[in-house]
């Protein structure tokens, strides 16, 4: 059930829901907004139909999933997940409602982040290529570069020592050698692929 601001249910005639249950659907761009990411369509159009409300996350909200438990089901979630999140960000910039002015609204929020989402495996390739520079053709690097790069993955250690969470120091290197790949490359190039 959803309700509104005011503690109003929105009833099955309302245009969000007219829109939202769809089943006429046909263009490849619709598909993925109402058949892979139907959540974050139903987001969408609320405040697209809903400009002068606001959303609220709801703390104490359950909510129950399946995680991915093999390779296969992970790159098929991912795929939905990926392809779902490119296309709703498209519809996202077509609201002309959202919070903010010019350069500081959640429209430019949304941009950065649909233009950080389609290039994250040639930047991923980039990080790596400059890397093996660094490392194989002693290519001189910027100390403030090393120091911004070192805070960002310094806190995280330094937390999990002080947590005393030296598992998650096990796991934190492997989600480096294994994890970045995977996130950063393997998945986002099949989802574009698959799109």
């Not at 892979?36 to 139903?42: A, C, F, I, V």
């Not at 939905?80 to 903010?100: A, D, P, Q, Y």
């Not at 969470?165 to 796991?171: C, F, I, V």
Request: proline share 4%; with cysteine; glycine share 4%.
């Amino acid at each position: 059930r959803i309700i509104v601001d005011d503690g109003t249910p929105l009833l099955p005639g309302d245009g969000v829901l007219y829109e939202y249950s769809r089943n006429d659907v046909e263009a490849l761009h619709e598909k993925n907004l109402y058949h892979l990411g139907e959540d974050r369509m139903l987001t969408t159009l609320l405040l697209k139909h809903y400009a002068d409300r606001t959303l609220t996350f709801v703390p104490e909200a359950t909510c129950w999933t399946i995680v991915p438990h093999t390779f296969r089901i992970l790159l098929s979630q991912r795929r939905r997940w990926i392809n779902s999140t490119v296309h709703n960000m498209f519809e996202l910039l077509k609201v002309n409602t959202m919070c903010g002015v010019c350069c500081v609204s959640m429209k430019v929020v949304v941009f950065i982040d649909l233009i950080a989402t389609m290039i994250l495996p040639a930047s991923y390739c980039y990080a790596m290529y400059l890397l093996f520079l660094v490392f194989v053709d002693d290519l001189p690097v910027s100390t403030v570069l090393l120091i911004i790069y070192g805070i960002i993955m310094g806190v995280q250690v330094v937390v999990f020592i002080l947590r005393s969470r030296w598992d998650y120091l096990w796991w934190f290197a492997i989600y480096f050698i294994v994890g970045l790949p995977v996130f950063y490359l393997i998945l986002p190039v099949y989802s574009f692929w698959n799109m």
